[in-house]
């Protein structure tokens, strides 16, 4: 097999550093998106269409102790513990087999937040056809369903999703039905971004590895974004344009999910409103979902409410970025734990050297939960991270 090395990894640290960037203080490495390939090899066969480009990130993270004793996973607590550890090492593999046709398979080596009985052998697995008006996606692969719902772990502003989007893979919180926001599942998607407005719509099989679900049952999601001023970033202000554009930008999404199954049923909708401007991001999204499960009553109501405000200053590197979430998620009352009604506000400081591929954060959270019972609990928790990618 023949090597072909990218230099772009070399290239981007170089112009991180150098004296020579551009006014607004980035260079041209704010440019090199963080989905481009720092390394691309290609077999010697002739075939210019068949590429493989590894992947791989490792977080470092160090917690002090939260502002009240540490509970097990099964009553809310979402930091276990506190010192430094290996928060996740994660490996992985893009196959560009045809123009047409590419693969993606990547798995979690070491993955600190989620409970042994909720991981999956691999993080996401699939394989991507391009037929032009549309792409088919099929494989094990995140449900379109929510914005928050489609931005890597390795590339949270906050350093997780909001507290609702983590109940699915934690197996937290949900009450007798299965969460309204779904994690990863097996089955096939339809989408496609046309600059203006971008869908996604697919079909899932219910259960499988991670999730709590029967075999049997079967989920519906469709989701739609309306960006009638260019594309909007996924997980915050940073990305390749930022500086360059010198309008508001604004975004609209909707999306639905239905679930069926032996166990019940679950209706639920989302919808969310995105700004972005430089360095601003805003986004605000909520989530509504009814669960119906057979000899069980009330209906289970599960809610979902986060904002989050972000604003990258031009200081060093690539930047500092200041971010502010508050999230809400609360669950029928009657059938609540310690990890189904909680408020928590996030303050976080991002110092970005690669974009999310090389950046060091820290973040402080405070969290109020309510049980079934009505006993309120507070805690409080201070984090620093490192994430180093490609």
């Known amino acids: 097999m023949r090597r072909f090395i990218s230099s772009s990894l070399a290239s981007a640290c170089i112009l991180a550093l150098s004296t020579g960037a551009r006014a607004d203080g980035f260079g041209d490495v704010a440019h090199i998106r963080d989905d481009e390939p720092a390394l691309t090899l290609t077999p010697a066969s002739g075939d210019a269409s068949l590429a493989l480009t590894p992947r791989a990130s490792m977080q470092l993270r160090a917690a002090l102790p939260a502002g009240e004793a540490t509970r097990t996973p099964a009553r809310g607590d979402f930091e276990r513990s506190a010192g430094l550890s290996i928060r996740r090492v994660r490996v992985g593999l893009d196959v560009a087999l045809l123009t047409t046709l590419t693969a993606h398979v990547s798995t979690d080596l070491i993955d600190d937040l989620t409970p042994a009985g909720a991981k999956t052998p691999v993080a996401q697995a699939y394989a991507n056809f391009d037929a032009r008006m549309f792409q088919l996606r099929a494989g094990f692969l995140r449900v379109p369903f929510t914005r928050h719902a489609m931005v890597d772990e390795t590339r949270q502003v906050f350093l997780e999703a909001p507290i609702a989007w983590r109940a699915d893979r934690q197996n937290l919180g949900r009450g007798p039905v299965p969460s309204m926001l779904p994690d990863r599942r097996a089955g096939a998607v339809m989408h496609e971004d046309y600059g203006l407005f971008s869908f996604a719509a697919g079909a899932f099989s219910g259960g499988g590895a991670g999730s709590p679900e029967v075999g049997s049952s079967a989920l519906f999601t469709g989701r739609v974004e309306l960006t009638p001023w260019m594309a909007l970033p996924a997980e915050g202000a940073f990305f390749k344009d930022d ?141 620093a991270e490192l994430t180093v990618g490609f």
Not at 296 to 302: L, R
């Open 243 to 383: 500086y360059e554009a010198r309008s508001l930008r604004g975004g609209l999404s909707v999306g639905g999910l239905g679930r069926t199954g032996p166990n019940g049923s679950t209706r639920a909708a989302s919808a969310a409103v995105t700004l972005a401007y430089r360095g601003l991001y805003v986004c605000a999204e909520g989530v509504i979902g009814v669960g119906v499960t057979p000899g069980v009553a009330p209906d289970v109501t599960q809610r979902a409410l986060t904002l989050d405000l972000a604003y990258r200053f031009p200081w060093a590197l690539q930047g500092v970025e200041l971010g502010l979430r508050g999230d809400v998620w609360s669950t029928t009352r009657e059938f609540g734990d310690g990890a189904s009604d909680q408020r928590s506000l996030s303050a976080v400081a991002n110092l970005y050297a690669w974009r999310h591929r090389v950046k060091a954060s820290a973040l402080l959270r405070g969290t109020k939960s309510l049980t079934a019972l009505g006993e309120l609990r507070d805690r409080q928790e201070a984090v």
